[in-house]
């Protein structure tokens, strides 16, 4: 289907966008109003995601993300505008919680830190309250593997600490023993 638009005569029409695999409205009509234009490119980008979800495997999420900023764009209200951004709205906030747990495996400090942003950046999303709730304990259980991490390490730099220090005096007693003072010569009188 190739979608055209018509300029004022004698400016003529420019063709606005071809969607392959889309068939024509049963109702057909000679001239189409914008809304009915745009319901068709909208309903293509949806079903461009859609198609995207059904490939097995992990979902290409760059992909659904362009073709939901697409069919945002293309609404021809304001709720197929929402419905697309709630969508939208979903992916990333998955994305970024994904991120997340994938930083918390890594295991260090640095990686907890950048999950807790994560976690922290996908709760400015608009959710709903046990979508919060959730992500909530997910920011309150990172926090917690961050301090567990820090208490670990500072741990293992007092115990390094203190290894240090005794193998310092150990150095420092073998050096004593070895280097025994002179013997005191008697003098006769």
């Known amino acids: 289907m190739e979608i055209w638009r018509g300029t004022f005569a004698p400016m003529g ?6 969607l392959p695999g889309i068939q024509m409205p ?48 293309y609404a021809p209200n ?8 709630t969508r939208l709205v979903g992916i990333r906030m998955h994305t970024l919680a994904h991120k997340a747990q994938a930083a918390l495996n890594r295991g260090t400090i640095e990686s907890a830190t950048t999950a807790i942003g994560f976690l922290k950046e996908a709760a400015q999303y608009d959710m709903s309250a046990a979508e919060a709730d ?29 290894k240090a220090a005794m193998e310092a005096e150990a150095q420092t007693l073998e050096e004593a023993s070895l280097n025994q003072p002179p013997a005191a010569e008697e003098t006769a009188n």
């Open 13 to 18: 029409k420019t063709r606005l966008m071809i």
């Open 26 to 73: 049963q109702e057909q009509k000679e001239v189409y109003a914008w809304p009915d234009a745009y319901r068709l490119m909208y309903q293509y980008y949806i079903d461009q995601a859609d198609a995207i979800l059904e490939v097995p495997g992990a979902p290409d999420t760059a992909g659904l993300t362009t073709n939901l900023e697409k069919a945002i764009s």
């Open 78 to 85: 304001r709720e197929l505008r929402d419905a697309a951004r």
């Open 134 to 162: 959730l992500l909530q304990r997910k920011i309150e259980a990172a926090e917690a593997r961050l301090a567990d991490l820090q208490q670990a390490k500072a741990e293992a730099e007092k115990a390094a600490a203190e």
